[in-house]
């Protein structure tokens, strides 16, 4: 086997877009410190999980790689393995005892020490870097990008919403924002690159406020859309408390904002919520999806759902249920309840729902979530959409893959076009998550 140099590194990526973004900012930082990329976790000699505790099986998914990378570490005894992101963040020098294999761990807001740490691993000992640090935003770091059509812009990292099922806040600490100007800065950096869709991206994404001079986060989203006038402009995870008429009317005014909206709403029920912290009602939640569809024309909205969550009666289940049938969103991500220790819910609540209950009730949204989805993607038939496309089909070098701007996946006859090209794309046939299409003649 060829052992790579003891200077390569493989990243391992679980978890959210910031995980993914994380990546790259480590990618960028050992790059400086004159490491180099390895092909394959086989060919390196440092190697990183990104790690992700958002949901029960997260450490369950580590344990099995972790393995892998025990079998690796004795055919190379030099192979150095860390652990980083969210679960070492969440469960500290505890994580030390599930695998021998790891040498090192790094919190999200320690990434700036991983050359020196690894540097202390060399020397014998394991180490572990855990602190909280309010003020990192990873300025002045350019990210390492996968890719050349897509890119992802953090601007705020952190969430201090404390709602009682997630371990967010305890694993990525204080809300913070990034500089109004330094996000201006990356994004004209991408377009000189020739970017084409910049995704800007926060837990809390629309909770932005500017350090320096208080502008928020339609005026970000805004001042980047002029500043990419030929890309498309995303954004994610917005809140539903912080939709802002302001906001709406940003997205409607400029054209390369994608008119899409992923606005979690977790259950269909108020008491729900209120248990949850998510600090709103049922029926703000509807106000804001009503103001959001009358200001932005033809505006695709997704979800997040939790099934299960400690006191959900049947008929909090059957809110959700009926919300799904009244609000119908293009898609939705739908997980069934798992306690996480040291959450608010895990200290207050009993996690009372019986686990085929809480199954059963998830089948039941998903069932009707996808019948819902199935319905919408049905009657784009004979539509147009724009098109941007992104990479070869899985199935076809004859067909391309891309997305509308309401993020619908899109399958279609690659007709000479290339990933990168924005394409008029007739839709002719759809599944439930899948529309299928041929370029227009122009
Ligand atoms: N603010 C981020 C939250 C990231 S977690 C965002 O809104 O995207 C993503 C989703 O995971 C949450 O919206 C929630 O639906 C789900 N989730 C979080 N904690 C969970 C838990 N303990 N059990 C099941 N699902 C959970
Ligand atoms: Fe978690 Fe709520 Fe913060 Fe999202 S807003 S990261 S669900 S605490
Ligand atoms: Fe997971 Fe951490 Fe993201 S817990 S969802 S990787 S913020």
Redesign the pocket.
């Known amino acids: 086997m060829r052992t790579g140099g003891s200077d390569s590194f493989f990243i391992y990526t ?3 877009q ?2 993914q973004a994380d990546s790259g900012i480590i990618s960028a930082l050992l790059q400086q410190e004159g490491y180099r990329p390895a092909e394959s976790d086989e060919t390196a000699g440092i190697i990183l999980l990104n ?4 949901r029960e099986n997260a450490v369950d998914r580590i344990e099995h790689y972790l393995q892998h990378l025990q079998g690796l570490k004795k055919r190379n005894k030099d192979l150095i393995v860390g652990v980083a ?2 679960v070492p963040q969440f469960q500290k020098e505890e994580m030390f005892s599930i695998s021998p294999a790891i040498d090192f761990l790094a919190g999200p807001d320690t990434y700036r020490s991983l050359p020196s740490l690894i540097e202390q691993v060399r020397s014998g000992a394991k180490q572990a870097s855990l602190e909280f640090n309010a003020a990192e935003t990873y300025e002045g770091i350019d990210p390492l990008r996968e890719g050349s059509i897509s890119a992802f812009v953090p601007v705020m990292r952190g969430c201090n919403n404390m709602c009682a099922f997630c ?2 806040p305890f ?2 600490g204080r809300e913070r924002s990034h500089p109004f100007s330094s996000v201006i800065g990356e994004v004209r950096k991408l377009v000189a690159s020739g970017y084409r869709e910049i995704t800007l991206l926060g ?1 809390n994404v629309n909770s932005y406020r500017d350090a320096e001079e208080g502008r928020d986060f339609a005026a970000l989203l805004d001042a980047v859309s002029r500043e990419a006038p030929q890309a498309r402009v995303r954004f994610t995870t917005s809140h539903p408390k912080d939709i802002s008429e302001a906001l709406v009317q940003a997205i409607a005014a400029r054209p390369n904002i994608c008119n899409h909206i992923h606005l979690p709403v977790q259950s269909g029920s108020s008491r729900m919520l209120a248990l949850m912290n998510r600090g709103h009602t049922i029926e703000e939640y509807r106000e804001k999806i009503a103001l959001i569809r009358s200001v932005i024309s033809g505006v695709a909205l997704s979800t997040d759902i939790i099934a299960g969550f400690c006191g959900e009666r049947e008929e909090d289940h059957k809110m959700t249920l009926e919300l799904l049938a009244d609000v119908r969103f293009d898609s939705a991500f739908m997980f069934f309840y798992s306690t996480r220790p040291g959450t608010l819910a895990a200290r207050t609540f009993e996690d009372d729902v019986p686990e085929v209950v809480k199954k059963r009730r998830l089948q039941e949204i998903i069932d009707l979530q996808n019948s819902v989805s199935a319905e919408l993607y049905q009657q784009a038939i004979g539509s147009s959409v724009e098109v941007l496309a992104e990479s070869d089909s899985r199935r076809s070098s004859e067909q391309l893959m891309g997305r509308t701007p309401g993020n619908r996946v899109v399958v279609f006859d690659r007709k000479g076009f290339q990933p990168g090209d924005l394409v008029q794309v007739l839709i002719t046939s759809a599944t439930s998550a899948t529309l299928v299409g041929r370029p227009e003649e122009s």
């Open positions: 679980f978890g959210c910031m995980n790690t992700c505790a958002v992101g969210c371990v967010v694993t990525r837990q």
